[in-house]
């Protein structure tokens, strides 16, 4: 393998006024789309317009509400009392002059295209500048973060309400859009009783004003204003398609099945539990393997043991027996990996403490007296007795994007970008973010590690959000499409990376441009043999123009194909997937 110091380094700038295509290439439509008004449309197309959206698009609390005209006397006296001591609470933390951490103040975690938009149904052709190609036919999600309520406390991007934004995309060159929220549990009990009352885990649970809240939270539950045993969580992370199902994730619930109807629209099904198989959350990052087509996951747990679980599903959806895997202390584990006949489960160092909180800090902790490892299980383990633990020191990935076997060497190559420091999306720190790009061996063998960064130290960039061809997860792949995650937490472009020899082509936005994760589309063509042979597809927004658009980049060359002219801002969110309109005719 050639070392990272022989990389070279390659940038496609994406031109900062209208996409420049060839004759040859340009197909635009000029027929009108067809855009039914959202009820409540945040964007402001005038180009001279601010580009502070915050906190113009938020629903204002309702003042009487489906929730409260069904509570009885007791239940309306008793929601006023902790309303009254929620506000007295807010207001004399402000009083008192306390600055809220960067990483949990809304004006900070929620300004610009990190505010929320409003619903938008359906919108038909949409322009299109250059070829949709007629491998893409089918519908590309993106999941994100898209709080309903503006917030009453601290708020952390990862804590907004889940919305999901599809993009259908016809290989005759049609266009259309809608995003809709995922109707979680929570949303659908905060929009009845008009007010955001669940606690948030990331931006509110810190110190004494965190322990408040949760008390606050547990009294309206006694009182049955609220009602967590029907699921927390927000939905806002993750998307997978599988068992004919678009399932929304985040870790902290169980999934939630969102369907695509024939019009385009997305509703919520259910709160999807596997036909009450899952009876525990569920990680946003499930890995679905391209042979077996089954789906492996975790879930972990920060207050009981066991803290981690391991489990996978069949084709059609039945549920394996949990596997515990046993850890001294609850950590985050956000993301895995798995091989043609292992699963690679990290335990690293930012861990949750609850009892920071009642010492006035936050309950996500970076634990430097702990040394990271990776655990290595077969698949189909009986018990976490076959686990083989390696230690990895100082290294936190919060991402994976494969891993696969060398068996002449009896290592196990894990690819991911190492954070430093661990706890930086979390917590307020005076350093800068550095995600490097690394090779991890794992010697099965030995219970040793290596690791090695893929670029050079010249082309160092932080690489975060991304994937490689899906076809080949859990193999031996070359190349890597990952978010250019620069200036953080915005993302300026994406690169193609090849992970042998650290050559690196990137695709830049332009000035003032900025997008999301890429997301790999592999070509359909039965007699592709390339690795690369496919599209990449992510979200842009121009904050000078205040326009989004979705771009198709051919992943060989890494030029543009296409780019559809959205109707309304898209906000920067998180991950997506692409589902083929084949696969949508037995959709559930």
């Known amino acids: 393998m050639a070392s990272a110091t022989t990389a070279m380094t390659c940038t496609v700038q994406l031109p900062h006024n209208p996409v420049k295509l060839t004759r040859k290439q340009a197909s635009a439509t000029t027929t009108r789309a067809h855009c039914p008004a959202s009820s409540n449309s945040p964007l402001n197309l005038d180009s001279n317009a601010t580009p502070a959206y915050f906190p113009a698009p ?18 309306r006296v008793a929601a006023a009392a902790l309303d009254t001591v929620e506000q007295t609470l807010v207001s004399k933390v402000l009083e008192r002059g306390h600055r809220l951490r960067k990483t949990a103040d809304p004006a900070v975690q929620i300004a610009g295209n990190f505010a929320p938009v409003d619903e938008r149904p359906p919108c038909h052709g949409l322009p299109v500048e250059g070829r949709i190609p007629a491998s893409i036919d089918g519908v590309y999600v993106r999941n994100g973060a898209n709080p309903l309520f503006e917030p009453v406390a601290g708020h952390h991007f990862f804590d907004g309400d889940g919305m999901v934004h599809a993009v259908h995309l016809r290989n005759n060159g049609a266009a259309a859009y809608s995003c809709r929220y995922t109707e979680t549990e929570r949303l659908r009990q905060e929009r009845a009783i008009g007010k955001p009352v669940f606690p ?12 408040a809240r949760l008390l606050l939270f547990y009294a309206r539950s006694l009182f049955g204003l609220v009602d967590g045993s029907r699921g927390m969580g927000v939905a806002n992370a993750g998307l997978i398609y599988f068992n004919d199902r678009l399932l929304a994730m985040s870790e902290d619930d169980v999934p939630y099945h969102v369907r695509i109807t024939p019009s385009g629209d997305l509703e919520t099904v259910e709160r999807y539990d596997f036909g009450g198989q899952l009876g525990s959350s569920m990680i946003a990052h499930p890995k679905l393997d391209p042979v077996s087509r089954e789906l492996f996951a975790l879930s972990y747990d920060v207050i009981h043991r066991p803290y981690l679980k391991y489990f996978y599903f069949s084709p ?25 006949n292992y699963v690679v489960v990290p335990d690293q160092q930012v861990v949750f403490k609850l009892q920071e909180m009642v010492r006035g800090g936050s309950p996500v902790v970076f634990d430097t007296a702990k040394t990271a490892r990776f655990g290595v299980l077969p698949k189909y383990a009986a018990d976490a007795s076959e686990m083989r633990w390696v230690d990895v020191p100082d290294c936190f990935c919060f991402h994976l994007w494969n891993a696969w076997e060398e068996p002449a060497t009896g290592e196990v190559v894990v690819m991911g ?24 061996r794992l010697d099965l063998n030995t219970g040793e590690s290596r690791r090695r960064p893929i670029l050079s130290p010249a082309d160092q960039v932080n690489l975060e959000a991304g994937m490689v061809n899906r076809n080949m997860l859990g193999r031996k792949t070359r190349y890597a499409y990952l978010a250019v995650a620069e200036p953080w937490p915005k993302v300026s472009g994406f690169a193609k990376i090849d992970q042998f020899t650290g050559q690196t082509k990137q695709f830049i936005f332009g000035d003032g441009r900025y997008g999301g994760e890429p997301y790999f589309v592999p070509s359909n063509d039965s007699d592709a043999c390339s690795e690369d042979d496919g599209y990449v597809l992510t979200f ?12 198709i980049v051919n992943a060989a060359n890494m030029r543009l194909e296409a780019a559809v002219k959205l109707p309304s801002r898209v906000p920067y969110g998180f991950h997506g997937t692409f589902i083929t309109s084949s696969d949508l005719e037995s959709q559930a």
């Open 316 to 340: 059609d959806g039945e549920k394996s027996a949990d596997v515990e895997i046993p850890l001294e202390q609850p950590a985050m584990t956000h993301d895995f990996a798995i091989t043609e």
């Open 540 to 551: 842009m927004h121009d904050e000078e123009t205040l326009e989004s658009e979705l771009l």
């Open 58 to 75: 938020f629903h204002k609390e309702a003042t009487t509400s489906v929730a409260r005209t069904s509570w009885n006397l007791f239940q």
């Open 417 to 440: 970008s190492c954070m430093t420091p661990p706890d930086f999306v979390f917590n307020e720190r005076e350093q800068s973010l550095r995600s490097v790009l690394s090779e991890i």
């Open 200 to 211: 948030k885990a990331i931006g509110e649970l810190h110190g004494h004003s965190g322990v």
